[in-house]
C-alpha cells in the first residue's frame, strides 16, 4: 500500500510548523533573557604584512595584495603558532579616527620567534547601531583609518591570510561618548 502523498506533506508542513514555533519561542525567550542570539559578522577593513617586532608598526592598506601578490606572498606559507600585540584594547572617543597602519601585530611562530611579514587581513565587527564606519565608500576607510560613529563596545580581528593553520588575534575597542 503506497502512502498518501497529500497526507505525508501535510504532516510534512505540521512538523516544519511545530519546529518554527519552538524556534521562535526560544529566541523570544532568550531575548528576554538578555541573551544575544547573533553571530559576530567581521567585515574586512585592510590588508597588512605583520610587524617585526612589538615596537613596529604593521604595513597596512585597505587593497595592499593584488592577486598575484598574493599568490607570491602564499607560495611559501610559513606556520605560525599565534598573532599577539603589545595592546588588546584600544580606548577611543566618538569622532576618534584610528590610522590601521599604528596596529602592531606580530606573528609568532611555533620557536616563538617573531616572523615579520605574514600577510594578514583587518576586519572589524559589524554592529547595528554601528560603531565604526564600514561603508566602502567613507573617504577615511579607504585611507586606511576607523572612524568611530558610536559609543559601545566593538571588535577587530586580525588573522593570517595564507598559513597552513590560521591564526587570529582580537583587539577590542571601547567607545566613550
Known amino acids: 500500500m503506497m502512502p498518501d502523498r497529500e497526507h505525508t506533506s501535510d ?21 528576554a533573557a538578555g541573551v544575544s542570539c547573533a553571530r559576530s559578522y567581521y567585515v574586512p577593513v585592510a590588508e597588512g604584512l605583520t610587524s617585526p617586532s612589538m615596537n613596529e608598526t604593521m604595513r597596512v592598506a585597505p587593497r595592499l ?25 584600544l580606548d577611543l572617543r566618538v569622532g576618534d579616527q584610528v590610522a590601521l597602519s599604528t596596529l602592531r601585530v606580530v606573528a609568532v ?33 579607504n585611507e586606511g583609518r576607523l572612524r568611530t560613529v558610536g559609543s559601545g563596545t566593538f571588535r577587530m580581528r586580525v588573522r593570517t591570510l595564507c598559513t597552513p593553520v590560521p591564526a587570529e588575534l582580537i583587539i577590542t575597542g571601547r567607545v566613550a561618548e
Open 109 to 141: 611562530g611555533e620557536a616563538g620567534a617573531a616572523l615579520s611579514g605574514v600577510p594578514v587581513v583587518i576586519e572589524a565587527e559589524e554592529l547595528n547601531p554601528a560603531l565604526v564606519e564600514l561603508r566602502s565608500d567613507d573617504p577615511d576607510l
Open 65 to 89: 595584495f593584488s592577486a598575484p601578490d598574493l599568490a607570491d606572498a602564499c607560495r611559501s606559507p610559513r606556520r605560525v603558532a599565534r598573532l599577539e600585540a603589545p595592546a588588546g584594547t
Open 11 to 31: 504532516e510534512r508542513r505540521t512538523k516544519h510548523r511545530a519546529i518554527v514555533s519552538r524556534g521562535l519561542c526560544a529566541l523570544c525567550l532568550a531575548m
